[in-house]
């Protein structure tokens, strides 16, 4: 992204140059001082903190599961997530 909006500095139109090379620089600092070193210093000083989400926004998001093991009802591990709905099945499906 940055080499397309530096390339921008070739044209002979003056603002063109000033928005392809103004642009092309924020992109770079974005990378590579923004991204690269700043957001993950931020993360590792914050710790666990980093990933709090507040209840109600954890209430209006999916719980999306990658793995299956919520569908399923099971954790990682194999133990049932919720003992109630794994003797529930097992009644229904006779096992």
């Known amino acids: 992204m940055s ?3 530096l390339a921008f500095v070739s044209q002979p139109d003056v603002t063109a140059k000033m928005f392809g090379l103004g642009l092309g620089l924020a992109v770079l600092i974005d990378v590579l001082f923004v991204r690269l070193l700043i957001a993950p210093a931020v993360v590792y ?3 666990d903190k980093a990933w709090w989400l507040p209840r109600w926004l954890d209430w209006l998001i999916p719980n999306v599961s990658l793995e299956g093991h919520l569908v ?3 954790d ?3 133990e049932p997530l919720v003992p109630e709905l794994a003797e ?3 009644r229904l499906t006779g096992h």
């Open 45 to 47: 000083l914050l710790g």
């Open 76 to 78: 990682p591990r194999g």
């Open 88 to 90: 529930a099945e097992a």
């Open 72 to 74: 399923e009802n099971v």
């Open 3 to 5: 080499s397309v909006l």
